[in-house]
């Protein structure tokens, strides 16, 4: 399988995150992570269920991983999410020395990794992360879409 076809593989498993947290009346935005072409974490946003902050499907699929893996250092993982991580989900992706983010829309009022701030590519900072965006664009646009035309319609 050559590299956009596993990405947009493992997208449409973050796609599938995203569905579940649509489910729940949550922002649909859905994570997995990669090691060695296997998903070692998925997970999906589930902020206003639990009233936390950072339950944002990156942040959980972050800590998912690390103990799967037994190490905070994910340094051979992809992280497939369908949409640009935020701000702090950009720090915390550094933090966790992730290779590469893969992501399917970008997010013009709080992107943390090419829209609004360049946090995975800063020089300034002791990792950065390979990026690779627009994998399954119009997917993932379109169930965020749906989502906040639904909850206008309330």
Same mark, same amino acid.
């Given at each position: ?20 947290? =649509? ?18 974490? *998925? ?53 966790? *020395? ?18 609004? =701030? *360049? ?26 879409? *749906? ?8």
């Amino acid at each position: 399988m050559d590299e956009l076809a596993s990405d947009e593989y493992f997208l449409k498993e973050a796609l599938k995150e995203a569905e579940k947290a =649509y489910a729940l009346g949550e922002v649909p935005v859905g994570a997995v992570i990669v090691v060695d072409g296997r998903i070692v974490a *998925r997970a999906h946003n589930i902020k206003e269920t639990t009233n936390d902050p950072t339950a944002h499907a990156e942040m959980l699929a972050i800590r998912q991983a690390a103990n799967a893996l037994d190490a905070w250092r994910l340094t051979e993982a992809t992280l497939y999410v369908t949409k640009e991580p935020c701000i702090m989900c950009s720090g915390a992706i550094v933090h966790a *020395r992730i290779k590469r983010v893969v992501y399917g829309c970008s997010d013009p009022k709080s992107g943390g990794a090419v829209s609004l =701030y *360049r946090i995975l590519q800063d020089p300034r900072l002791n990792h950065q992360v390979e990026i690779t965006a627009g994998i399954l664009e119009e997917e993932c646009r379109a169930v965020l879409q *749906r989502f906040f035309k639904e909850l206008r319609n309330q």
